[in-house]
């Protein structure tokens, strides 16, 4: 009995420490790709929002596919409002993003992260810089949506404030 017990705890205890282990390597990989989407955004913008947009319609489906190989990890953007279709939730994220937007509603802020369905889920939230592209319609300037609607016909992200949920970041 103590034999099996003793078995038991440490076969949980290796269970446990193995996920805990996943989930780190996961957050450094959202980590990593947070910092290299934003480092770049904000860099492209110094050459116009028109510029930014055409650059992360190029660039940040390959940014995102290089650093989930550089990890061996999975790793997407999703939101429900998405602008590529690509980025489309299905239905692991859109809990994750539902237990985000409850959480939001409640406390005003988003878990730092979660695991939903052995994925984890790093919320994105909007700042100023974010509206310049996802902001209401009528603060985006002509030229960025006319560049923005040539480039996705079916945008559907746009209509954000400041200080909300945009989408999350997935890697399993
Ligand atoms: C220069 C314009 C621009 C700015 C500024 C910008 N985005 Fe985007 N965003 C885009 C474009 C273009 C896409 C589509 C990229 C693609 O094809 O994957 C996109 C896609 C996304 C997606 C993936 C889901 C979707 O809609 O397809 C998320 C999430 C996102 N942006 C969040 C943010 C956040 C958070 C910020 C601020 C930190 C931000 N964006 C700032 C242009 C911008």
Known sequence: MKKFSM?????????????????????AAAGELKK???????????DGSAAAVEF?????MNITDG????????????????RNSK???????KKALAQF?????KNKKPQEFLVVDGRYYEPL???????????????IPKELKDK?????????????GIGELRGAIVVW
Do not use: W
């Open 7 to 27: 078995l038991a705890l440490s076969t949980f205890g290796i269970l446990a420490f193995g996920a805990d282990m996943d989930t780190q390597k996961q957050k």
């Open 36 to 46: 290299t989407l934003v480092g770049e955004l904000k860099a492209k913008m110094n």
């Open 56 to 60: 992360c319609s190029k660039n940040a």
């Open 67 to 82: 650093i989930a190989k550089k990890h061996s990890l999975n790793i997407k953007r999703v939101s429900e409002k998405n």
């Open 87 to 93: 980025n489309t939730p299905d239905d692991s994220d």
């Open 101 to 105: 937007a409850d959480a939001i509603a």
């Open 125 to 139: 939230m909007t700042n100023e810089m974010c509206a310049v592209c996802h902001g209401k319609n009528s603060d």
């Open 148 to 160: 923005i609607n040539q480039l996705y016909p079916g945008d559907r992200a746009i209509g954000y």
